[in-house]
């Protein structure tokens, strides 16, 4: 109850002084705030010391973006901006603020409070093409480019099976919709993360924004998510300028250097660091940290399931390494390692794209 009422209190606050917000405060008594909020020993003081420091003092956008990354989760993350926003002196830069976020989904949710709070909510909901599969009412025409093909991929990948180009139709004719390329970026980039997409379709989301500098940052942000990563040199046609071309195949390159390879001497240490871990959810968080920055092959995959002894352990380490792994035409090998029909099942389901 006395939460409900401090918050009541703030938005009271917030919307009083909200009207005179023109100047930020100064370098000074933010940097002390900042530091305070910073020391609290846990999240919600964090939340609750931020939150009545923007309640009564007007700040800037970046500042607002400081105090956001200084919290562990994502949702206080949103619910910080949220309160804050009132109280920004420059509502003109507070997309600024949406690089605080990991998830694009995050962000795009600070963008449609931000609308809503401006009176002009007009953002349209990504669709969920399996709970509800959406008609394209508007048809959409792509440069005549010479588009990869991903039937038969067999390279390096970042998700299953790309989406059905029908349900891809319409959530590109949504992106679309938005004018703005800073709002078309977020459309394109929760497509991209909430689905698997083809270099394809990716490419084709590209050649909706005009700036090319615009375009090659959502396929950065997107190449993760891409099915079949080994045909982004396709993708330069979506550029104008050879730097840029360059940058995209630079980039591409060092995303799939070989590097991440790891060699024998290696794999021992990061066995015995799972080993080490004394509870599974910690040994599956090191498994996760691992695979970011390295890729392992069959063989290697199969000592780290071994650290394991609950069948569904194993199934959720071979899901986390499977993407990344360097011999793919041989992880139907790990299915053995699997003593009941339902994980083996699973399995069988994830390395056919099911």
Known sequence: ????????????????????????????????????????????????????????????????????LLFATEQSRLDFCKLSYHMVSDKENFYDVYDAFQQFSTAFKLHDYVLEQKGKYTAKPIPNPIANPPVVTQKLLFPALNYPSHLGYQGPTGCGNPIPEGEFMALAVNVNSYQKENEKLIAANVVAEENCISMAQAMKLATLFSDELTAIKFMKNAFEYIHDQANYPSATQCFKTEPVKQDWLSFCAEYLLPPCIVKEEQSKTMLKQIDDAAFKDKQI??????????????????????????????????QILYPKCTDRENYYQLKGSFSFPQYESEFQDMISGN
């Open 285 to 318: 968080e090191i498994v996760k940290a691992l695979n970011s920055n390295h890729c392992f092959s069959t063989a290697q995959v199969k000592r780290i399931m071994s650290e394991f002894s609950f069948p569904e352990n194993k199934l959720d380490v071979a």
């Open 1 to 68: 109850m006395k939460t409900l009422v401090t918050f009541l209190i703030i938005l009271i606050v917030s919307a009083a002084n909200a009207q005179n917000c023109l100047t930020p405060v100064s370098n000074q008594v933010f940097q002390q705030n900042y530091t305070q909020i910073a020391t609290q020993p846990t999240e919600q003081k964090k939340l609750d010391k931020g939150i009545a420091f923007t309640s009564i003092n007007c700040v800037s956008s970046n500042q607002v973006k400081l105090i956001a």
